[in-house]
Every structure is written in structure tokens, then in C-alpha cells.
């Protein structure tokens, strides 16, 4: 990942273009990662009534999930429910796969928040955790890694 800016450029508003890996057969998928204001990111993991109800726009409590647009549901042949695996280069998780029209085609959303092997009794090894298939890069202007873009597949289970 290189910079086009240079000098005093590099520091001011300014647009390159993104460093989104192309896709490839193997992994076809672009993967979205977010954190749900219920879950502060993982933080609520061990208060079970956050666990119940964590996002509004599904009704999907207790487990690990991925967002996809139902037209690429369909072309992968993924009900909605069903259990899939996500994988990407890096390794692969069994989550939940959740049709959202307001999934971008194409595109995996998932929520951070499970995933913990430990941190008591209500989020001890419930779901799965994304940051164990996203890509290790990082932004070459800050040096922090890029939780978003990572090439992944998804496969009924």
C-alpha cells in the first residue's frame, strides 16, 4: 500500500484511491466489519439481556451472525438461517447467515461482540470472533489495522 501524497500534501484533505484487494474466485466477498452500539464491540458480552436482543434491525440474540443481501444469498444458495462458513485466507469461522436488504451485494456485514473464550459466564465461547479471518493489513498512514475489505467466501455449513 503505497501513498501518492507527498510532503506537506500527505497532511492535508486530500483523496487516494482505496486499498481493497481485488476479487478473486476463491474469495469472491467483500467482508464489513462493525460494532453494534449494544455490544460496544464485545464489551457487552457478559450481560445476557444485550445478548437477547443486541440488534434492532434482526431479531438474532445469543450467536454469532453475517449480514447478506438476499440476491446473493440466493446466487450462493443460502437460506436465510442457515449456519455458513466464512472464510478468507487468513481462517474460517461458522456463523449465522442473516438475509438484509440493507447489506450492500456482494458485501458481508458482521457485528463484533462474540467470540470470547473467556469473560464469563454469558459470552464464554459464544460465536465467533471476525478479527480470526480478517486480513492483516494495516493503513499506511496510521499504521493501525483495516478491519474492513477483506476478501472472504461463505459456504452452507
Not at 503505497?2 to 492535508?12: H, Q, W
Not at 457487552?44 to 440476491?71: D, T
Not at 446466487?75 to 450492500?104: C, K, P, T
Request: no cysteine; glycine share 12%.
Amino acid at each position: 500500500l503505497g501513498l501518492e501524497a507527498r510532503g506537506d500534501d500527505l497532511f492535508l484533505p486530500h483523496y487516494e484511491a482505496g486499498a481493497t484487494p481485488p476479487a478473486t474466485p476463491d474469495y469472491p466477498l467483500l467482508l464489513n466489519t462493525y460494532k453494534l452500539t449494544s455490544q460496544a464491540g464485545g464489551k457487552g458480552g457478559n450481560a445476557p439481556w444485550l445478548q437477547q436482543e443486541p440488534a434492532v434491525h434482526l431479531e438474532n440474540g445469543w450467536e454469532s451472525w453475517v449480514e447478506i443481501n438476499p440476491a446473493t444469498a440466493a446466487e450462493l444458495g443460502i437460506a436465510d438461517g442457515d449456519w455458513a462458513w466464512l472464510e478468507s485466507a487468513q481462517g474460517r469461522i461458522r456463523v449465522r447467515a442473516r438475509h438484509f436488504a440493507g447489506a450492500a451485494p456482494q458485501v458481508l456485514n458482521m457485528p463484533y461482540g462474540w467470540g470470547h473464550r473467556a469473560f464469563g459466564r454469558w459470552a464464554r465461547d459464544r460465536g465467533e470472533n471476525p478479527n480470526h479471518v480478517i486480513a492483516p493489513r494495516e493503513n499506511p498512514m496510521r499504521g493501525q489495522t483495516i478491519w474492513s475489505g477483506t476478501r472472504v467466501r461463505l459456504t452452507r455449513a
